[in-house]
């Protein structure tokens, strides 16, 4: 009888610790960059031309990077993206601690260190199931989500704003250290290489998603998802301060209670999409997200805030359990880094453009609205795509 392996292998943990060093110094990092950009500026506009530069590159590189992850050796490409992005955080946190660092070196620095995050997660997702076998796939990317929740959401945002509220170079000069020490612990991961040409390798992964009905209108849907996210959450920041008077430390705090929720997700979502099916998941989880969205916009405080947010990270965490898992196992391994490059091509390549409507929408109409917004966009797109994923049901 073949014995069926139930525990994650040590070569998975080695990935887990990469991750979560990592996202602790992106949490730092993401807590500090807005409260340094409104000391430069209290223009949403100009606030949100930050993170509309960090996922520019999705929309730019993704295709190619997918190419490279198929390619190319994927752990090599996943630890010098790290080392990368060690150079270009440590010379802004430099930057920074000189004055020297305006909106156009934190856009520049937000652009390069997503340019990095395109390589290093179509690689990261694309190698996991050379490391784990396919029945421990939901457990595996449950696991990495609630690292990726505690560490980016949890502990790193109160990091960042305490560190920022020493000095405002501190945070940026921890994210640096974080990806230098995940660089060489996905240094050691298995290697793995193929080298189709460049141009027919793009192609291949194109025609495979268009050929699938049920991942084709997940694509769909997360680029919706994630447009409205950033049109909501991009000012974020000028919400919580300015209008419920938050301050840096507050702020820091706010994310953190409100990754408790995707902690929480992380640790118990895997269970709950076994249990319930990963249709009615799917559909739990978008529901869910409208509603946080619309809870956001309407918060008369932070704890409300704070607790909208904790929904929507839950919602998110099993949205994506479902989603990564189904990709993972439905896709061919030599393939899997081309079409989950195109997949997020289409699921985050609106989003540079969701932040530059989040900062037009909030400096036209106030902060509250882009929320409301972002939560009838998504009802919709909900109600557009129930027929075609019960049509396509996913196993």
């Known amino acids: 009888m073949t014995r069926i392996e139930t525990r994650l292998p040590r070569t998975y943990w080695r990935l887990w610790w990469a991750t979560g060093i990592d996202n602790l110094g992106n949490g730092a990092f993401a807590a500090a960059v807005p409260l340094l950009a409104v000391t430069v500026t209290r223009d949403p506009r100009l606030v949100s031309l930050v993170s509309t530069a960090a996922y520019l590159p999705w929309l730019l590189l993704s295709l190619p990077a997918g190419s490279l992850a198929d390619r190319h050796d994927r752990a090599g490409l996943m630890w010098r993206a790290q ?18 660092a305006g909106i156009g070196v934190l856009v520049v620095a937000a652009f390069a260190l997503g ?38 959401q949890f502990a790193g945002p109160p990091l960042g704003g305490l560190l920022f509220a020493v000095a405002a170079a501190l945070p940026l000069g921890v994210d640096a250290v974080s990806f230098a020490l995940s660089a060489v612990l996905v ?29 084709r209108t997940l694509a769909a849907l997360l680029g919706v998802n994630t447009f409205c996210g950033q049109l ?75 607790g909208c947010l ?13 989603t990564v898992g189904l990709r993972q196992q439905l896709v061919p391994s030599g393939l899997l880094g081309r079409v989950t490059s195109v997949y997020r091509l289409l699921g985050w390549g609106l989003i540079p453009l969701g932040t530059l409507a989040g900062g037009l929408v909030a400096h036209g109409f106030g902060l509250r609205v882009p929320y409301l917004v972002a939560a009838v966009v998504r009802g919709l797109a909900l109600v557009a795509a129930v027929p075609v994923l019960v049509r396509n049901r996913p196993s």
């Open 83 to 100: 080392a990368f992005q060690a150079i270009v955080a440590g010379a802004t946190a430099v930057l920074v601690a000189a004055g020297a």
């Open 115 to 152: 340019a990095g995050d395109v390589v290093f997660g179509n690689a990261a997702q694309a190698i996991l199931p050379d490391v784990v076998a396919k029945p421990l796939l939901h457990r595996a990317n449950g696991r990495q989500q609630a690292i990726t929740t505690v560490t980016q």
């Open 187 to 215: 240094a050691r991961l298995p290697r793995r290489a193929a080298r189709p040409p460049v141009r027919a390798a793009i192609g291949e992964g194109v025609r495979w998603l268009r050929r699938q009905p049920l991942l």
């Open 232 to 306: 909501a959450y991009v000012t974020l920041v000028l919400l919580a301060t300015q209008t419920l008077h938050a301050d840096a430390r507050g702020y820091g705090l706010l994310l953190a209670g409100a990754a408790a929720g995707s902690v929480l997700g992380g640790l118990v979502n895997a269970r709950v999409v076994a249990r319930i099916g990963p249709l009615p998941a799917l559909l739990t989880a978008l529901s869910l997200n409208v509603v946080a969205f619309a809870g956001v916009g309407l918060s008369p405080g932070l704890v409300v805030l704070g």
């Open 310 to 322: 904790a929904v929507n990270g839950f919602a998110t965490t099993m949205w994506n359990i479902v």
